[in-house]
């Protein structure tokens, strides 16, 4: 059996997935050794920009490899054609199951609503997008050294989390003016208002205010920082759009997690079953494999306090499908993202027989677990998913001399930012933004406090 | 990825298997952690235990850096969702406080999980720290007397068996040949041998003299600091001069003179009397060296108590040596009090530099200041040298 046997199957594996109704694109299977995969998961794509950070993330990638902890079978990317990488060390059965599952993935990021939208935004080339920025990053540390670069970098990454879906990836400049009022007191009160005093009604030629930037609190700051730094060079503005355009790219993937890879097990396992082309041993190793992934708990213990968005994931399409057949299940799969997938579709009943839990833990490592709570259990898995993972800081103010005032949202947080790190985010931002910034969050008491930088 | 997918599946080695970007920045990183590790270095290698005798490297323990991002304050208690057989009430402790898998990707954003120990060259440490801290090279005031010597200069096609440089000829091979998994094989032209040229130098020989005071007053923190302060002014001397003798002379009411690793482990009971280690550094001199043919230095670590009844004759011997030697030092060891030089011996060197001699004296209270004393040092003397 060579290593290249799972390519026999694959043909046959799509035909059996159009078949039970999955609609995907094109997926383009390719072998790749294991450190190139773990350097596909430190980096979110095959080809990304260079950042130190990375180095930190894959160095963390490798410890955790040398003790045995993490192990890729794939990496697929949306797109059209989206690509899927899979590690070279599979074996038939493993990369029979890995085809099946990355083919759930290409019909969940085909169809689902909140993927559609990033990629109408992003289009459906992401990784030839990121492999040009990484390109175009390369010149700039060509042309400006690699100091500057990485400034530019370390600000714009450091804000990456830092966007706003609900408005376009190319987002226009907010308008210069106010809007003008007139527009809207053209009736009937006004027209016989006017007849009343014809003097007061001929002051009514305004003249036009300038609209303050920004206009309402702006949550884009990589658009904000790049659209409006007052000296910022268009290859630092085009670093900080590029940055910008992977977080959108991003997003979908992080804010439907439990879904996406609850459906693409789901479909991994019930296109194993009915592949009857599949030879009896590939199927029972291949089974034995998926019954790893979809573990709730590690082999040797009795409690996690996490979640295996794998097995949740799984558990939750199997019972939905069983409830509202395959044509309700892929409507929910098309509308919903994990927040409402989780507050609609895990109630009581799944929460007990998976034996989920609520758990508080104190900082000196002392955990209880808490009374059962169906909304807090919610709250409890939702919670680190809450805006791309990122506290609410938006920019609210550019002072006359350009001070940069941003406002940190506590009251959406439930508490006050950790001000050390803050601290060295504004560093970072002041060093393309070249104006002092000033932050406003609270403290530990929960009085109001500024941070400033310089 | 236009890299991989326009080309047609060949044999060709794709462009991963011979690169890797994780590497590169891992090693940028850890190029970042060098950089300011170098900022702060005065401050970390005068930490005494990055000094280890006769090693040519210290290990500096450093935290992976962070990339730091807008997070909220870490609440005193959190909650979270986890999966298993537990129920209401169950209380669990978890020591190690790890983090859930969820969070792994934002490498290095806990405390210290993982630390890395790096080691610097004492030779490097020493350059940077020059440049650093813009020390003056010093001018030997022992003339120019010639002194030859033979050192590697450049590549030849013909030379002996021994300088041949394998390395070297290996590459020209593979230059040749444009195939490096075929089996070698050399040619006459391939091989390169090392040459050898003439160097002309001005024979400068320095000579040290450390003396420490290590009477019952000088506690083992005094000992470690005045040894530290000693590494370094050795590092930097040995900078200037190739071939640098150091002279080790430890003092109470008698003086003796040791080899290094036994000086820094003597101690002793009893008075303070410098005249006995300023004689015994003198005798060496006149025994051993010769102030015209060589360049001498003497540091002095003391906690200053000189006994009130030697200053006239410590006086008389120091001002001797001070006429010989290009450069004489105090550094006054009082950890906790901050005497400030206003001891007996103190009062010694601040007359000896009132006269214009090439003398220096610093207080050495903390670890701290070791770096402060070896600037304030350098500049003194490169001063004292540029003299008349």
Sequence with gaps: MTSDDWKNYTQRIEELAARSGLSFHPVEFEAVPDSFMMEIAVYGLPVRMPHWSFGVRYIYQLIQRHMGNSRLFEVVFPGNPGHAYLAASNGLAENILVTAHVLGHADFSRNNLMFRRCQGQVSEHIVEHAANHARQIQQAIEQHGMQRVEAVLDAALALEQHIDVDQALRRERYPEYAPDPKALVDDDFRKRFSQLDPTAASTGVEIKKRAPVPPHPERDLLWFVANYAPEMESWERDIFLAVREESFYFLPVFATQIMNEGWASYWHARLLREADFVPQQAYVDAIKCHSDVVRPVAADEQVSLHINPYHLGFAMWEKIIERDGLDGARHIMEQDDDFSFIRNHLNRELADELGLFRFSARNDGHIKVLEHDLGGLHEAILGPKYNFGAPSVSASHVRTDGTLELIHDNSVDGRGLDLERSRRVLDYVQRVWRRPIVLTTVNQAGSTLELTAP | ?388
């Design chain 2, 1 to 388: 990825m236009s890299e991989t997918s326009n080309e047609p599946a060949s044999t060709a080695a794709k462009w991963y298997d011979l690169f890797s970007r994780g590497a590169r920045d891992w090693l940028r990183h850890d190029e970042k952690v060098r950089e300011s590790v170098r900022k702060h270095l005065p401050q970390i290698v005068s930490g005494a235990d990055v000094i280890n005798e006769g090693a040519r490297t210290v290990r500096v323990p450093v935290r992976m850096l962070e990339h730091y991002h807008f997070r909220l304050r870490r609440p005193e208690e959190q909650q979270g969702a986890g999966q298993g057989k537990a129920k209401p009430g169950d209380v669990f402790s978890d020591p190690s406080k790890q983090r859930g898998p969820g969070e792994k990707g934002q490498g290095g954003q806990d405390d210290g999980e993982v630390s890395l120990l790096l080691e610097f060259k004492i030779d490097d440490i020493v350059d940077w720290l020059w440049e650093e801290m813009q020390l003056p090279n010093l001018k030997a005031r022992v003339g120019p007397s010639e002194d030859s010597d033979w050192i590697r200069e450049g590549y030849d096609r013909r030379g002996a068996r021994s300088r041949l440089d394998r390395r070297r000829s290996f590459k020209e091979m593979v230059k040749r040949r444009g195939n490096p998994g075929a089996t070698p094989t050399f040619i006459d032209e391939d091989l390169r041998f090392r040459q050898l040229a003439r160097r002309r130098q001005p024979a400068i020989h320095a000579v040290v003299f450390f003396m420490l005071d290590v009477s019952g007053s000088m506690s083992d923190r005094d000992r470690k600091l005045a040894k530290t302060f000693f590494f370094w002014v050795v590092q930097g001397l040995r900078r200037e001069y190739r071939s640098l003798e150091t002279v080790f002379v430890a003092h109470t009411t008698e003086a003796w003179e040791f080899n290094e690793p036994e000086f820094f482990q003597v101690s002793g009971t009893g008075g303070t009397v410098s005249s006995t280690g300023l004689n015994k550094v003198r005798e060496i001199i006149d025994a051993r060296y010769n102030p015209g043919r060589c360049n001498i230095y003497l540091f002095y670590a003391s906690d200053g108590d000189n006994s009130v009844s030697d200053s006239g004759e410590a006086r008389e011997c120091l001002t001797s040596i001070t006429g010989d030697a290009c450069f004489t030092g105090y550094v006054e060891v009082s950890s906790g009090l901050s005497r400030q030089l206003a001891t007996e011996t103190g009062r010694l060197f601040a007359e000896l530099q009132t006269a214009g001699c090439a003398a220096g004296s610093y207080a050495l209270n903390d670890f701290d200041d070791v770096w402060g004393a070896v600037r304030h040092f350098f500049s003194a003397e490169a001063k004292a040298l540029d003299g008349p």
